[in-house]
C-alpha cells in the first residue's frame, strides 16, 4: 500500500472513531484497538522518513500521539486532551485552521509496535 492511501484511509477510520468517542457513542478500547492496528500496519510499510507528506499526515500522527500519552479512558475529565482531539479534527473535516501546537511525526523504520 502506498503511504498516502494508508493515510487518507486511516485519516478517514480516525475521524469516525474519535467523533464516536466524543458522543459517547464507542467505549475508548476501541480507540486504543484502532491506534494499535494503525501502529502495526505502519510498521509492515518499513518508512524511513520520519517527515510527514503534508499537514493533514501530520495532524494525523499528532492526534495519534496525544491520544496514546493521554488520558482517553477518561476523557471527559481531561479538557485539554478533548480540546486537541476537537480541534485537530475540526481541521481534518476542512473546518478549521491547523492546530498551531501541531506536532507530528512519522514513526519510522525500526519502530515496533
Known sequence: MHIDNFINDKISQLMYFLDALLRSAIHHTEVESFIWDCFEEWAQLNVTDDMPGSTRE????????????????????????????????????????YPIHCVGWRPVEGFNP
Open 58 to 97: 501530520r495532524v494525523f500522527w499528532h492526534l495519534i500521539h496525544e491520544i496514546k500519552l493521554g488520558s482517553i479512558a477518561n476523557l471527559d475529565d481531561d479538557i485539554s486532551l478533548k480540546t486537541e482531539i476537537e480541534t485537530c479534527l475540526d481541521y481534518l473535516k476542512g473546518s478549521g485552521n
